[in-house]
Antibody
Framework: EVQLVESGGGLVQPGRSLRLSCTTS????????MTWVRQAPGKGLEWVGF??????????QYVASVKGRFTISRDDSKSVAYLQMNSLKAEDTAVYYC????????WGQGTLVTVSS | DIQMTQSPSAMSAFVGDRVTITCRAS??????LVWFQQKPGKVPQRLIY???NLQSGVPSRFSASGSGTEFTLTISSLQPEDSATYYC?????????FGQGTKLEIK
């Protein structure tokens, strides 16, 4: 069974950093790109970015609002994807989901990040 | 950047009705479009991939079509459990982008 479990969310002050993890099982992690999507409270889904697998050089892409502040990485030996979030702003408050592949066929349950002083 | 516009933003319909939701891309995206269903408090679930392919396990009353800039998601006979918000996602050009969502309620 494919499983994705996000962790690392919580309350953080503006300007600080947080790293989210997406721990996976049930599939060959190294074969897939991994995507991050977020959803602010009461709002729609927002695509954050992805990391391709090693076959595609582990290339990354991001939405403009997080470019330069967020970094997606992966550890294929642990089947984990990461979202490093720096210089956090109040508008980054959201549930953050990881999903498998560029077309997001399977999703984790999400982890809430609250940016507030 | 490609903008995805869904219509309507919200709608209500009766059980048994045929429902259609439209997603328009600001420029052509071939068939690189996915549809998701999200029920309140739940994780989004993929319904359709590559514009018209039904995800395994999704009821056959769901169908979709389109290519280029205009796409539709159709529910042939609305059921109570279909009450949800539906999103399209383009994964043709960076940055990828979701539509704003269509909230579907049952009358």
């Amino acid at each position: 069974e494919v499983q994705l479990v996000e962790s690392g969310g919580g309350l953080v002050q503006p300007g600080r950093s947080l790293r989210l993890s997406c721990t996976t099982s049930g599939f060959i992690f190294g074969d897939y790109a991994m995507t991050w999507v977020r959803q602010a409270p009461g709002k729609g889904l927002e695509w954050v970015g992805f990391i391709r697998n090693k076959l595609y050089g582990g290339a990354t892409q991001y939405v403009a609002s997080v470019k330069g502040r967020f970094t997606i990485s992966r550890d294929d030996s642990k089947s984990v994807a990461y979202l490093q979030m720096n210089s956090l702003k109040a508008e980054d408050t959201a549930v953050y989901y990881c999903s498998r592949s560029l077309a997001s066929d399977c999703w984790g349950q999400g982890t809430l990040v609250t940016v507030s002083s | 950047d490609i903008q995805m516009t869904q219509s309507p933003s919200a709608m209500s319909a009766f059980v048994g009705d045929r429902v259609t939701i439209t997603c328009r891309a600001s420029q052509g995206i071939s068939n690189s479009l996915v549809w998701f269903q999200q029920k309140p408090g739940k994780v989004p679930q993929r319904l359709i991939y590559a514009a018209s392919n039904l995800q395994s396990g999704v009821p056959s009353r769901f169908s979709a079509s389109g290519s280029g800039t205009e796409f539709t998601l159709t529910i042939s006979s609305l059921q109570p459990e279909d009450s949800a918000t539906y999103y399209c996602l383009q994964h043709d050009s960076y940055p990828y982008a979701f539509g704003q969502g269509t909230k579907l309620e049952i009358k």
